[in-house]
């Protein structure tokens, strides 16, 4: 059987009844308390939660607490899906063989543009789209997004790392996600589900170390530009590959990397 996370401030959860029955639901609240419901009473696991380190705080408390052990998997979510992922309900019906999956189109409507997402609706057929994102300046390909040029900035400031880092690399190997900050390292591009709205096999979460998971909670509790960094390293952060353009800046890039961090 497969789980449901939701983290929710303070938005409905009526659509919570329409999740498809085999489905868990673990609800974690950290806004007002909920009146009782028929949708609340579809909810196998409820806790009120502080208020901080956006849902990133929230998953990773799930998967150090209360994650499931069995050979299934588990989709993470805000309690309002459907901005970012207009076709949530019916995408929670499929069940994905990756090892992680995003389930989202786009930050909200006409962001990216429409066409864009028609264009892959297009040739792909599929109601979902995974957005490709420098690990450098934090923005996606092809649409321009002044507020992921915001994150980088906020990045740079709260670490005090100088523009021109690979923030993939650098926040990985802060929280001693080594394995995936090497991948990072040799890559200049990435993958990402909007609103942090993914899955991923119960196994692939099983297998990493907790420190690490631990890390990430305590980076998350810092710095509010993490919630924001992590938001599109989930599907990396559970062994989704980089993308590398193979060019020779890419490959002065890294071994600045390296030389700046003779230590890693």
């Known amino acids: 059987m497969p789980d449901l996370v939701i983290s929710r401030y303070n938005e409905k959860i009526d659509w919570l009844k329409y999740v498809p029955d085999k489905y868990r639901i673990f609800l974690y609240n950290k806004g007002d308390e909920i009146e009782p419901s028929e949708a609340l009473q579809r909810v196998h696991f409820y806790m009120r939660i502080p208020n901080v380190g956006r849902e990133t705080d929230t998953y990773l408390n799930h998967m150090l607490y209360y994650m ?6 588990t989709v993470f979510s805000q309690a309002d899906p459907f901005e970012h992922a207009p076709h949530f309900l019916s995408l929670l019906e ?15 409507q006409s962001y990216p ?20 994102f ?9 649409s321009y997004d002044w507020g992921a040029f915001q ?6 400031s709260n670490y005090g790392v100088d523009n021109g880092t690979n923030i993939a690399h650098d926040f990985l190997y802060r929280i001693s996600h080594f394995v995936a900050g090497d991948k990072a390292l040799h890559a200049s591009l990435g993958e990402f589900s909007y609103g942090a709205i993914f899955g991923v096999q119960n ?18 509790r810092s710095y509010n530009v993490v919630g924001y960094v992590m938001e599109r390293l989930w599907l990396h952060f559970f062994g989704r590959e980089f993308i590398s353009i193979s060019t020779v800046h890419e490959t002065i890039l890294a071994e600045t990397e390296k030389n700046a961090h003779p230590s890693l």
């Open 68 to 73: 499931n052990q069995n050979d299934s998997f």
């Open 94 to 108: 499929l069940d994905f063989t990756e090892d992680v999956w995003g389930y989202s189109t786009q930050w909200k």
């Open 113 to 132: 543009p429409a066409a864009i997402i028609k264009k892959h609706l297009a040739i792909t057929g599929k109601h979902s789209r995974d957005e490709i």
């Open 134 to 142: 420098s690990l450098y300046n934090w923005g996606p390909l092809y």
């Open 151 to 156: 994150i980088s900035h906020d990045y740079f």
């Open 203 to 220: 196994s692939i979460v099983n297998r990493i170390d907790r420190k690490i998971l631990i890390n990430a909670l305590r980076e998350v």
